[in-house]
């Protein structure tokens, strides 16, 4: 059964950090690239951020790049999403994707990706 089980999110002040886990279990988790992407209530889904396969293959939008950090640990099957000196505007549900691919592979948009987590809720808010 496939799963991708997210956790650490929660309430942050602003320029606080939270670090997102996101536990994949049912497929290879070394062979898939894997995307986190944000909703905001009534905002389309958007990507944040992206790691690939090969070394170095990660990918940020403009709007985190500086302040998120994402990470895997293959022998964990864990991906991580660190989000430092958060904002307001980073409130929102987050989300861990995958997608079967071969190094660089990185989409951005929702429907290119295969398994999706439950989502995470992330509030930041004085």
């Known amino acids: 059964q496939v799963q991708l089980v997210e956790s650490g999110g929660g309430l942050v002040q602003p320029g606080e950090s939270l670090r997102l886990s996101c536990k994949a279990s049912?497929?290879?988790?070394?062979?898939?690239?894997i995307g986190w992407f944000r909703q905001a209530p009534g905002e389309e889904r958007e990507r944040v951020s992206c790691i690939g396969t090969a070394d170095g293959a990660t990918y940020y939008e403009d709007f985190v790049k500086g302040r998120f950090t994402v990470s895997r640990d293959n022998v964990e099957n864990t991906a991580y999403l660190q989000m430092d000196m958060m904002a307001p505007d980073d409130s929102a549900v987050y989300y861990c994707a995958a997608v079967r691919t071969g190094g660089w592979y990185c989409p951005s948009p929702p429907d290119h990706y295969t398994y999706w987590g439950q989502g995470s809720q992330v509030t930041v808010s004085s």
């Open positions: 049912g497929f290879t988790f070394d062979r898939h690239s």
